[in-house]
């Protein structure tokens, strides 16, 4: 089984220009998870989706980060424009569902993106 | 605020050692504690998970020891390799809830 697949893996942008990040889930997990990881911390939750519907986006900052997902499966964050301190790992994890129950709770991690904003 | 407090934020142990790491927690509603284990360059990666109902499971060399009572919990490496050298966050997740609280980590040195 596949597992969460990230693109691209790296980025290095000039301050004030737009990056995207995609993010492809496991396969039949319904919820999608974007996370912020600085270095030396744990990753804190950006955004969860529950299919297409983005369900929990207090921790996003929206007027710069924006995210979606069309039709439920691949998603794409996006920062524009990035600031310097933007500079962090952004990782996508998936999960079978919510139902209460650890086996559809368990999150699953992507390797990141690590983003450089110069 | 952070909800899981983790330590030590780091340590270093002879191959062959014992590897100890320490979380707790406040928020009695959490119900399921997961450990992930982060490579360089990598994301992290599940490794073992509990319920508080267990005081303690085992997974080959990895075990977690859980306190309910003291609200703490902590992994044990043993028989520790070089290859275990990595990041270790502990968990804590309110089932219907989704929201994962992550420790700070540890970075685990394993000299040979």
């Known amino acids: 089984e596949a597992g969460v697949v990230q693109s691209p893996r790296y980025k290095i942008i000039e301050k004030k220009q737009p990056v995207a990040f995609w993010c492809n889930p496991i396969?039949?997990?319904?919820?999608l998870y974007w996370y912020l990881q600085n270095l030396g911390q744990g990753p804190e939750l950006l955004i969860r989706?529950?299919?297409?519907?983005?369900?929990?986006d207090s921790q996003l900052p929206k007027d710069r980060f924006s995210a979606e997902r069309l039709k439920g499966v691949d998603s794409t964050l996006k920062i524009q424009p990035a600031e310097l301190g933007d500079s962090a790992v952004y990782l996508c994890?998936?999960?079978?569902?919510?139902?209460?129950?650890?086996?559809?709770?368990?999150?699953?991690f992507g390797p990141g993106t690590r983003l450089l904003v110069l | 605020q952070q909800q899981v407090k983790q330590s030590p934020q780091s340590l270093i142990v002879q191959k062959g050692g014992i590897s100890i790491i320490n979380c707790a927690y406040e928020?009695?509603?959490?119900?399921?504690f997961p450990w992930y284990q982060q490579f360089p360059g990598k994301g992290p990666a599940l490794l073992i998970a509990i319920r508080p109902d267990v005081s303690e499971k085992k997974e080959g060399r990895f075990t977690i020891s859980f306190n309910k009572s003291a609200k703490q919990f902590s992994l044990h490496i043993m028989d520790s390799q070089p290859g275990d050298s990595a990041t270790y966050f502990c968990a804590a997740l309110i089932l219907n809830d989704y929201k994962l609280s992550f420790g700070a980590g540890t970075t685990v040195t394993v000299r040979a």
């Open positions: 396969s039949g997990h319904n919820t």
């Open positions: 928020n009695t509603a959490f119900d399921y």
């Open positions: 989706y529950e299919n297409e519907e983005a369900v929990d």
């Open positions: 994890a998936s999960s079978k569902g919510t139902s209460g129950s650890p086996e559809q709770e368990t999150q699953y």
